[in-house]
């Protein structure tokens, strides 16, 4: 048993023994029950926030009018919820009101999926009332009671429903995909930073593909995404978040990343890689990649066209592919100024590029009229 797994045990052990009632609730009994690693230990009791916050030393009173308190065992935290039922939900987001409850059921009740509706006591018992384990087993992707209503309460289910998909390698019941179908325009009300997380996830799952569901379902359609060609590319590349969102703006040439509030760095990088890929075909081409976007956007391209061998070569070669590898400087042209300087430099690096052999200082100082350098075929 993990570390993690026994401090939740603590906890829960901890309030049975003050008489109320704990179990580890949501996606960590998922996993556990799918052999998957839990990153979070979440748990439900009958306590109140008052009566946990007595029952532990060191406690945060992180969301105390939904019932939540954070319980710190050594350097780890933990979520310990009171059972609750939630009422009219604002915004499709988050509800107006919860009412504190004692019964397990009523709490699971509330929850988005069945695979994420059961709990688990600290002596192992399951509790199952909505079928979860034989979701589980069959691969299916469930909302807990009427989807519609799950989703009208919560938009941001729908993205969940396609990214648990995506990273289990479930399929969707039909009344949920129905119903996420006809609730689709809820989801233009989501902010873009909860959107973008779940389109991450899903993009760097197993199946990363499965973005085309959110888009065939109209989940996206607030992003202009309406219709996608073969995603089948995405699963080619590495599973990391640059290479996957990189592929997604080659693929779908409407995705702005702007739109979703991803980090500056990562919108420039992958937005011109998937601009430079396509003409990357060559040793030459890729070494004029580095010359004008840099190592890291011109690999990252080079991922997107399948050319990563040749960037590796490259590297191995040490040929000179930028400015700061060629055999001259700025000084060693003392009749030049300003402007004029950088473009025989670029003038002498596109020759090297294509004649490493030159770039020796006396060769580079004879070559009194480089090739043109002109705009980069990029």
């Not at 065992?73 to 919860?98: K, L, M, N, S, W």
């Amino acid at each position: 048993m993990s570390a993690a797994r026994e401090h939740a045990q603590i906890i829960m052990q901890a309030l049975e023994r003050a008489g109320y009632q704990a179990y580890l609730v949501g996606g960590c009994v998922r996993d556990l029950l799918l052999s998957r690693p839990v990153h979070d230990y979440d748990i439900a009791t009958s306590a109140s926030p008052e009566q946990v916050q007595s029952l532990f030393p060191r406690t945060v009173p992180t969301g105390l009018r939904h019932g939540t308190v954070t319980v710190l065992v050594e350097q780890e935290a933990y979520e310990v919820t009171t059972f609750r039922t939630e009422g009219r939900y604002e915004d499709h987001r988050r509800p107006e009101t919860v009412k504190f409850v004692t019964d397990l059921e009523e709490d699971l009740a509330r929850r988005d999926f069945t695979i994420n509706a059961m709990a688990l006591s600290s002596a192992g018992t399951l509790v199952d009332c909505f079928g979860g384990q034989s979701d589980l087993r069959d691969g299916i992707i469930r909302c807990v009671g009427n989807p519609e209503r799950r989703f009208e309460e919560d938009a941001l289910r729908m993205l969940r429903a396609i990214r648990f998909s995506a990273q289990l390698g479930f399929s969707v019941e039909n009344k949920t995909l129905h119903a996420a179908s006809v609730c689709a325009p809820l989801c233009a009300a989501l902010s873009a930073e909860r959107v973008r997380d779940e389109m991450e996830k899903t993009l760097c799952s197993p199946q990363p593909e499965k973005i085309g569901l959110m888009i065939d379902l109209g989940l996206l359609h607030h992003l202009n995404l309406k219709s996608h060609g073969d995603l089948s590319a995405l699963a080619a590349v590495p599973p990391d978040r640059l290479s996957r969102w990189a592929m997604a703006c080659l693929l779908l040439p409407s995705l702005d990343l702007t739109s979703l509030r991803l980090d500056r760095h990562t919108t420039q990088i992958c937005t011109k890689a998937a601009h430079v890929s396509p003409a990357l075909v060559d040793r030459i081409s890729c070494k004029r990649a580095i010359a004008d976007y840099g190592w890291e956007t011109a690999e990252l391209a080079g991922v997107l066209s399948g050319q990563a061998d040749t960037f590796a070569s490259i590297r191995q070669s040490g040929d000179c592919v930028t400015l700061s590898d060629l055999a001259v400087r700025g000084q060693d042209f003392p009749d030049l100024k300003g402007p004029e300087i950088f473009e025989q430099l670029r003038g002498l690096l596109y020759h090297v590029l294509e004649h490493p052999e030159d770039n020796q200082k006396d060769r580079l100082l004879a070559i009194r009229n480089p090739l043109p350098a002109g705009d980069s075929n990029f």
